[in-house]
């Protein structure tokens, strides 16, 4: 994230990176959400430094009224919101005791943690989640199963992997390959009605509709 941050927007949402970005400005825009600036901290571990230079910048007290913040849950959904709860308090912030339910104070802050409440996991697993019925997910079950039997899977999420494979056969409105969670949300990948995004769709209704 830049040293200097121009806050143009009354509603704040924090993210991990430029795929998440992206997922969330497609969803917003499909929920009709307006007047929400999302902003990309750059990776999980700039939580903190990124919320101080977010809460320090021109105009945050005087424009700011909600905050929200997306985190992956990981291998820990209690350690990842402590986490979130200490960056918070670093930054001088309201601290909400639980994940989903806003604070009262002005600005007013709420915590999703992907999947989903007290489950470990990413955001690539609602993603995955929400394609169960399409045909192409049996063949990425057996590559990434086999895989794993070969002991050449080295990467810690099985979801994350399963997008990769699944967006392997997916192409964009200009008939390249998708690359990732984030471009295939803007290329209309993802079906919103689907039961997976259910959570997080209102996450985002409850903080900024």
Same mark, same amino acid.
């Given at each position: 994230m830049a040293v200097e941050i121009e806050i143009k927007l009354p509603n704040i949402l924090v993210v991990e990176g430029k795929d998440e970005l992206n997922f969330f400005a497609e969803l917003l825009r499909n929920q009709g959400i307006q007047g929400v600036q999302i902003l990309? %901290? +750059?990776?999980?571990d700039n939580i903190g430094p990124g919320l101080k230079a977010i809460a320090k910048a021109p105009n945050f007290k005087s424009l700011v009224t909600k905050v929200g913040i997306v985190r992956d849950a990981d291998d820990? *959904? !209690?350690?990842? *919101?402590?986490k979130i709860q200490a960056a918070l308090r670093?930054? !001088?912030l309201d601290v909400p005791t639980q994940p989903l339910v806003p604070t009262t104070g002005t600005p007013a802050v709420n915590v999703f943690i992907c999947p989903a409440l007290n489950t470990g996991g990413a955001l690539e697993d609602l993603c995955i989640a929400s394609v169960q019925n399409d045909p192409a997910i049996k063949c990425v079950d057996d590559y990434v199963n086999c895989l794993v039997a070969q002991k050449i !899977?080295?990467?810690k999420s099985v979801s994350k992997v399963k997008v990769q494979?699944? =967006?392997a056969s /997916? %192409?964009?409105g200009r008939?390249?390959?998708? /690359?990732?969670?984030g471009? +295939? +949300? =803007?290329s209309k990948q993802w079906d919103w009605t689907q039961e997976a995004f259910a959570d997080v769709k209102q996450y985002t209704l409850t903080t900024f509709g």
């Open positions: 990309n %901290v +750059a990776g999980k820990n *959904f !209690n350690e990842t *919101f402590g670093g930054a !001088n !899977n080295s990467s494979v699944l =967006l /997916r %192409v964009n008939g390249t390959p998708v /690359r990732n969670m471009e +295939a +949300a =803007l």
